[in-house]
């Protein structure tokens, strides 16, 4: 924080946080400071300034907030310039983000993208959109998702409840194929944290007739052939024993 304080000495008052910087200080999990990036007004007189990268733009009064005592592009308008700069998986997971924390929702961003047509990247983040899910409760939980998708599996259910005979909330997959009853875990550190819970939990769902798989960083992020080949593998059993559902896997 304090090298905002530091950078926010050195801006003229119009000047305002944006980017990744108005991202992270509006909540989001992303690095703020590498560079940190400002908005100016076009008729600013600002040139480059160490350490941070500087663009210039106009402000509609909509577009400015304060945050964390900071002046900071709007969450809208900060998310949908994110997005524009990043990759289309890249750009989901921001955008998943932002919905999952309640921070904008999706008819805002949507109608962001609309009104700026013609902002460089804004065609991948108008498809970004269509694949934002406001239930993805990490960044690698996105990526996993955005895998299966682009890969031309059927799209999977986020963070769906599995209750018993008796209505009794047994599990909640991050990723489920309601149809197959399948259920995706992606375990990052905090699953080795609660391993014994999670154990139980997965042998109720199993018990339950919910099959699961799990994966790490490391499957999805250096080896993701093999996660596409095994949940497609998995599919593809399941639905031999479910006939109407075989023509969508």
């Known amino acids: 924080m304090h090298r905002l304080r530091a950078a926010k000495r050195r801006l003229p008052a119009d000047a305002a946080f944006s980017g990744l910087t108005a991202a992270w200080l509006h909540g989001l999990d992303v690095e703020p400071c590498n560079p ?32 964390k005592s900071f002046r900071v592009t709007s969450i809208v308008r900060t998310v949908g310039e ?19 924390r309640r921070l904008v929702r999706l008819d805002q961003l949507a109608s962001w993208a609309a009104a700026n047509p013609g902002h460089r ?17 990490s960044p690698m939980e996105t990526r996993l998702r955005m895998l299966l998708i682009l890969a031309g599996l059927p799209r999977p259910r986020t963070q769906v409840e599995i209750r018993d005979r008796w209505g009794r909330v047994i599990g909640r997959p991050d990723l489920y194929y309601e149809e197959y009853k399948l259920g995706i ?38 080896n993701p052939d093999r996660v596409v080949e095994e949940v497609r593998s998995m599919l593809h059993s399941l639905s031999a024993k479910q006939p109407n559902a075989g023509a969508r896997a």
């Open 185 to 222: 875990e992606y375990d990052g550190g905090l699953h080795r944290d609660m391993l014994a819970e999670d154990n139980r939990r997965q042998n109720r769902l199993l018990k339950a007739g919910v099959r699961l798989l799990r994966f790490t960083a490391g499957d999805v992020l250096g």
């Open 82 to 100: 994110v997005c524009c700069r990043l990759s289309l998986v890249e750009a989901v997971v921001v955008a998943d983000m932002a919905l999952n």
């Open 36 to 67: 940190i990036q400002v908005t100016v007004p076009v008729s600013a007189g600002v040139s480059a300034r160490a350490g941070m990268e500087v663009r210039r733009s106009t402000f509609e009064k909509t577009d400015l907030v304060n945050a």
């Open 121 to 137: 990247g804004a065609r991948t983040f108008r498809r970004a959109l269509g694949y934002a899910d406001r239930g993805a409760a």
